[in-house]
């Protein structure tokens, strides 16, 4: 009898993703245990990256009791610091904001104004929260709110799964 090789399963998600959503999933966990801030920066080279990985951070939230607030924005919500911190019971929620981008080519500077002028906001609110960024978003950060840029707590890079010269990773 000749003996099989052990069937190898593929991994739904990459270690990079694993340990990504491992990290942010502590940082929002002891910034909810001691009540304090966080503000979380998330960079993605794909939408669909994007998209796993904010479920996957949302599944793990909501484990907690606590809900998640998603937030995208645009032209007429350019000022995203004062949306968040007027929330109501914003010390039960994670907000998760996106559009950063698409919303500053709409106003013409207003949305990285808005973000490095009232940046200290989130910190004195004890606001919890993940800017889900692209490579673009996250180059252009620090050199149109650098202010903000400094203000963050962490920054979190999620590598695409695939590999152009090797393929899909396991």
């Known amino acids: 009898m000749v003996k099989q090789p ?21 940082e929002i966990n ?6 304090r801030p966080s503000i979380l920066l998330t960079v993605h ?12 951070l ?6 907690k009791n ?5 937030i995208k924005i645009n032209s007429s919500n350019t000022d995203i610091i004062s949306v968040l911190c007027r929330t109501p019971d914003r010390d039960r929620i994670v907000f998760f904001v996106s559009g950063i981008e698409t919303a500053e080519k709409q106003k013409a500077g207003d949305v990285y104004r808005a973000l490095n002028m ?3 906001f989130l ?4 606001v919890r929260v993940v800017f889900w960024l692209t490579e673009l978003e996250a180059g252009n950060l ?7 840029w400094a203000f963050r707590h962490r920054v979190v890079e999620f590598a695409s799964r695939e590999n152009p010269k090797k393929g899909p990773t396991p």
């Open 123 to 126: 910190v004195e609110q004890h």
């Open 30 to 35: 002891l910034a909810l245990q001691w009540q």
């Open 45 to 56: 080279k794909s939408k669909l990256g994007q998209v796993k990985a904010q479920e996957t």
């Open 142 to 148: 620090p050199h149109h709110a650098p202010d903000f």
């Open 66 to 70: 606590i809900k998640v607030k998603r």
């Open 118 to 120: 009232h940046r200290e």
């Open 6 to 26: 052990p069937i190898r399963r593929q991994a739904s998600h990459s270690k990079s993703f694993r340990e990504g959503i491992s990290i942010l999933t502590d």
């Open 58 to 63: 949302e599944r793990e939230i909501v484990k």
